[in-house]
């Protein structure tokens, strides 16, 4: 099973700052990550797919990259509805998601 | 627009059958080389994919899964379902319906249910 560790667990940032959220893969997934935010009470949302695919309506703040077992999801400036966990999932070999991030309010 | 929706009883006995069904509105079940999944997520924790399956019946299963589990369609009622036996506390999870958002292979899911909390606890 492809293991997906994020990093930081938790990340306290204010708004208007930037966002680095890592996800690292336990083996190569080549560009078969993505990335979603789930709000409490709420389904995840899909942000990003295939490492850099914005969804259909998505911010242009939200920006995924990397390759292999490196990936980065940044939010170049949190607004306040972007406080949430964040959660990466590779489909490479079978599907699995990563632990997750919070971000909060700092 | 796409809706799924969960059911199914939030209560089972240990050693008993979870059994969930998803009903999807909006688009036919039929409509597309696309797999519909089941997810869930324990209380404070976070995602596992239990497994997808497509109209004509294919599917895939997560194998690292502890309890044995049956997904299945219904094209005529543009359902899909889900059975888990044996279960314990541990199988204790929100359970989610989505739908991948690209044809083929399972792979990301861009349309999903309400979730539906199953409480398995005698």
């Known amino acids: 099973e492809i293991v997906l560790t994020q990093s930081p667990a938790t990340l306290s940032l204010s708004p208007g700052e930037r966002a680095t959220l890592s996800c690292r893969a336990s083996e190569n997934v080549n560009r078969y990550l993505a990335w979603y935010q789930q709000k409490p009470g709420q389904a995840p949302r899909l942000l990003i797919y295939d490492t850099s695919n914005r969804a259909a309506g998505i911010p242009a703040r939200f920006s995924g990259s990397g390759s292999g077992t490196d990936f980065t999801l940044t939010i170049s400036s949190l607004e306040p509805e972007d406080f949430a966990v964040y959660y990466c999932q590779q489909r490479h070999n079978s599907l699995t998601f990563g632990g997750g991030t919070k971000v909060e309010i700092k | 627009q796409l809706q799924l929706q969960e059911s199914g009883p939030g209560l089972v006995k240990p050693s008993e059958t979870l059994s969930l069904t998803c009903t999807v509105s909006?688009?036919?079940?039929?409509?597309?080389?696309?797999?519909w999944g089941w997810i869930r997520q324990p209380p404070g924790k976070g995602l596992e994919w239990i497994g997808s399956?497509?109209?004509?019946?294919?599917?895939y299963y997560n194998p690292s899964l502890k309890s044995p589990v049956t997904i299945s369609v219904d094209t005529s009622r543009n359902q899909f379902s889900l059975k888990l036996t044996s279960v314990t506390a541990a199988d204790t999870a929100v359970y989610y319906c989505?739908?991948?958002?690209?044809?083929?292979?399972?792979?990301?899911?861009?349309?999903w249910g309400q979730g539906s909390l199953v409480t398995v606890s005698s």
């Open positions: 989505a739908r991948d958002l690209l044809a083929g292979r399972p792979n990301w899911f861009d349309s």
């Open positions: 399956i497509i109209y004509s019946g294919g599917s």
């Open positions: 909006g688009g036919s079940i039929s409509g597309g080389t696309y797999y």
